[in-house]
């Protein structure tokens, strides 16, 4: 009987040791996903959607995370769909699926990040999880614009409030892809109703815009940090005018490139469209032209 006891006290101590053996492992594993997601995040996002100005939009140069997470969770609520949403914005932003028109008008459509696809995965799961550091002001913003809710998005668990937001931000996705193609094609949104694009021809034009943008997006970004270096040179330095000059040279040739690669651009897009359709276009431009014409000269007149 002794003998007996003795080996049930034994290995119940067995497996009490190896389960919290098993339960440190998966600690010391989560912990260690948790630290790469967070260095992931730092070395790719932090840079511009950290707390770096704030929550003054003049000196950011993209929304804070925390705005960005309570847009994706107002939509995917549960992780799996949360991390799919983000996962496949971070490998290719398009503008016609953001949940964020406004930050896109504000800072332009961020470019894509080049990481392996599982570093995304721990980068969206990361922001999922929500522990992120807000800019100071944060809060009390996302309370004057959205009410009491605080962005967490488990709240919203009702079916008519899940219902809501989307059918919110499907109005919202609608609206930038209206004004989006609209854009691209210099057109207001009413006369672009009238070219009666096809499905197909919207999904063509929305990937030659994407195409577009990713061309672009470097080339404005060059421009940008031309004009930084120039308003950060020394004017009483003795090579002052001779480094403007150079300066001016590079930067007149990444503009001319940025010219000819949306001229480029542009024949891609409007070659989507069939003879009926471009004449229709090119009406329409005129039209436009004349009206410019007509209030310049009514301006001038008032003068």
């Not at 549960?78 to 953001?98: C, G, M, Y």
């Not at 899940?162 to 059918?167: D, E, I, K, L, Y």
Request: include cysteine; proline fraction near 4%.
């Amino acid at each position: 009987m002794y003998v007996l006891k003795t080996f049930i006290a034994v290995t119940v101590i067995f497996f009490a040791v190896t389960i919290f053996a098993d339960e440190n492992d998966q600690t010391k594993q989560a912990s260690s996903s948790l630290t790469k997601a967070s260095k992931l995040f730092d070395q790719h996002c932090k840079v511009c959607h950290g707390l770096t100005g704030g929550m003054n939009m003049e000196k950011r140069i993209a929304p804070p995370i925390a705005g960005v997470r309570m847009h994706y969770l107002s939509v995917h609520k549960d992780r799996d769909s949360f991390v799919n949403a983000v996962t496949t914005w971070l490998e290719k932003p398009d503008a016609s699926k953001s949940l964020m028109p406004g930050a896109i008008r504000h800072f332009n459509l961020m470019p894509p990040i080049s990481v392996p696809k599982e570093d995304a995965k721990s980068i969206a799961a990361y922001i999922f999880d929500g522990k992120l550091e807000a800019p100071e002001g944060y809060q009390a913003h996302y309370q004057q614009m959205h009410g009491d809710n605080q962005g967490n998005g488990n709240q919203q668990n009702t079916k008519e409030k899940a219902s809501n937001n989307s059918n919110k931000a499907n109005q919202q996705s609608a609206q930038i892809e209206l004004r989006t193609l609209a854009r691209h094609l210099r057109l207001p949104p009413p006369q672009l109703y009238q070219l009666k694009l096809s499905d197909e021809q919207i999904t063509k034009i929305k990937e030659l815009i994407v195409e577009k943008e990713v061309i672009m997006q470097p080339l404005r970004e060059e421009v940008l940090e031309f004009n930084q270096q120039l308003n950060t040179m020394d004017s009483r330095s003795p090579s002052y005018k001779a480094d403007i000059f150079a300066l001016a040279d590079v930067n007149a040739k990444r503009v001319e490139q940025m010219v000819v690669e949306s001229g480029e651009m542009r024949m891609k897009i409007e070659a989507v469209l069939d003879q009926q359709q471009y004449s229709q276009l090119m009406s329409f431009r005129e039209q436009l032209k004349e009206r410019q014409k007509q209030r310049l000269k009514q301006r001038m007149q008032r003068n």
